[in-house]
Structure formats: structure tokens, C-alpha cells
């Protein structure tokens, strides 16, 4: 099963990272793969999460997601990676500044088990992460199952009214 992944990842991702530092040139701080994809557990209806970190981007979700239809475009034809009549691999974009990911988010956690950095200039994102991870450890975070799916208890000792940064 992971030879299978492997190769249909490394089908597009040279052509995703070619398109990405086209479009955002000196921009481009990192480009990141999370989500099933990083989890080794990618399935046709499966869409690519993607972290893109970029300095000077437009405002607004919608004006970032518009400059990224080019990278969108152009990797279609090598998106087609499960054959048959299976439909090409989405691309799912979060869009940041550097500063945006300072601030944080919970999107992030994640992350510190399942990314795949194919871009990250000065090991700007992977340094970001490592710090996190540290903080998460000295809380004492850990993801939990419940009711079919996974949560973050991020204090498991945290008591009423105390106040916990990540």
C-alpha cells in the first residue's frame, strides 16, 4: 500500500512544486502536503490538503485561491493518478503569509505527526512545527479518539479558568 501512495504522490507533486514556484516565485516560503495524503492514507476520493506560505498575497481567502488557479490548471493533466474513471486528485489550498502562520492555528497540530514539506525556504515551516511540538509536549497534548473521530486535549491536567497558549 505505501509503495502505491509513493508513487501516485510522486506522480504530480514535482509538477505542483514546478507550478507553485512559477506562480509565487521569490514569494514561495513553503509549500507542505497534510491530510490523508501525509497520512499514508489517500484514496481516490481523497483531496490534496495543501499548505502554501507565501509573503506579499493578495487579501482575502477568495483573491488567493483566484492567483492560485493557474497551479490549479496547469497540474490537471498529471492529477489523473488513480486510472480508470476516477476523477483527478483536488487540490485543497490553505494560503498563508508567514506572519499569518506566527499567529497560529489549530490546523496546525496535525501537522506535527503528518506533513510533507516539499518547499521550505530557511526551514521557516519545519521550524515553526518543531516549536509546536515542543509546546504541545511540555502541555502534555495528545490526540484523542472519541465517537468515531480524533480531538486535541490539549492540557489533559488544565483546571477552570486557567489559560493554556500553544
Known sequence: MYAD???????FTPKLLEGCRRLYAERLVTLAIFGSWAREAATPCS???LLIVAE???RGRGRRL??????EEETLP???????DYPAVSLSPVIKTPEEVLVGSPLFLDMTDWCRLLWDRDG???EYLAGLRERMKKLGARRRWAKGGYYWEYKPDLQPGE???L
Open 163 to 165: 489559560n493554556i497558549e
Open 124 to 126: 521557516f515551516f519545519a
Open 5 to 11: 501512495w509513493v508513487e501516485r504522490l510522486e506522480v
Open 78 to 84: 498529471v492529477r489523473f493518478v488513480w486510472g480508470g
Open 56 to 58: 506579499d498575497l493578495p
Open 66 to 71: 483566484r492567483e492560485f488557479e493557474t497551479v
Open 47 to 49: 483531496d490534496l490538503d
